[in-house]
């Protein structure tokens, strides 16, 4: 059982926009930690996708776009391309000193 | 280019030690708080072990506390991870990642920006 909850799967035909959820809680999202977001293709390692929040590092398209409010971030994915079918994670601190990732989501682009 | 390069993975039975490695390049390693996150086969990512710049500070997931004791050596742009007393649930890959860690005003944070690729540890009999 992962300390940050998100859906199992999402899925969204090519150029529709998809959002994953991510809820937490007030020991870790809630406290004020920022949420980061990664992105994992089938057989790679993990990939940086959103940092703070809603930051993208250089070299993300703008298509992907993060979100925080409360107990609770959000990955929102536009004009979906057959590329972006991986998994998802996110991921923040929590105050038992631990870094914590969610369940992941896997997206399915239809 | 910042790379991240595991070694050491393997097959291992219950009960049995391993030491897996990441070796560091394109960046001044010294600087970085690195860190250890494994993947279960099929299964999401866990964080495990942090490690500072300085090895001043280090801290473990409970379910690797007291097993698991991570290290790095700057000299040689290495980080380590000696895994003991190994379980069947251990059983993960095993990636090297960069962190990058401050304070936003509210809250400290920490994410990681480069990731290896990965060694894969087997615990079976």
């Known amino acids: 059982q992962s300390v940050l909850t998100q859906p199992p799967s999402v899925s969204g035909a090519p150029g529709q926009r998809v959002t994953i959820s991510c809820a937490g809680s007030?020991?870790?999202?809630?406290?004020?930690?920022?949420v980061h977001w990664y992105q994992q293709l089938p057989g790679t390692a993990p990939k940086l996708l959103i940092y703070?929040?809603?930051n993208r590092p250089s070299g993300v398209p703008d298509r992907f776009s993060g979100s925080k409010s409360g107990t609770s971030a959000s990955l929102a994915i536009s004009g979906l391309q057959a590329e972006d079918d991986a998994d998802y994670y996110c991921?923040?601190?929590?105050?038992?000193?631990?870094?914590?990732f969610g369940g992941g989501t896997k997206l399915t682009v239809l | 280019e910042v790379q991240l390069v595991e070694s050491g993975g393997g097959q291992v039975k219950p009960g049995g030690s391993l030491r897996v490695s990441c070796a560091a390049s394109?960046?001044?390693?010294?600087?970085?708080?690195m860190n250890w996150v494994r993947q279960a086969p099929g299964k999401g990512l866990e964080w495990v072990s942090y490690?500072?710049?300085?090895?001043?500070?280090?801290y473990y997931a409970d379910s690797v506390k007291g097993r698991f004791t991570i290290s790095r050596d700057n000299a040689k742009n290495s980080l380590y991870l000696q895994m003991n007393s190994l379980k069947a649930e251990d059983t993960a890959v095993y990636y090297c990642?960069?962190?990058?860690?401050?304070?936003?005003?509210?809250?400290?944070?920490?994410?990681?920006?480069?990731w290896g690729q990965g060694t894969l540890v087997t615990v079976s009999s």
């Open positions: 990642a960069r962190g990058r860690d401050g304070y936003n005003g509210y809250a400290a944070y920490i994410y990681f920006d480069y």
């Open positions: 394109g960046f001044t390693f010294s600087n970085y708080r």
């Open positions: 490690i500072s710049g300085s090895s001043s500070d280090i």
């Open positions: 007030s020991s870790n999202i809630g406290a004020g930690y920022d």
């Open positions: 703070g929040n809603a």
């Open positions: 991921q923040s601190y929590d105050s038992s000193l631990s870094v914590v």
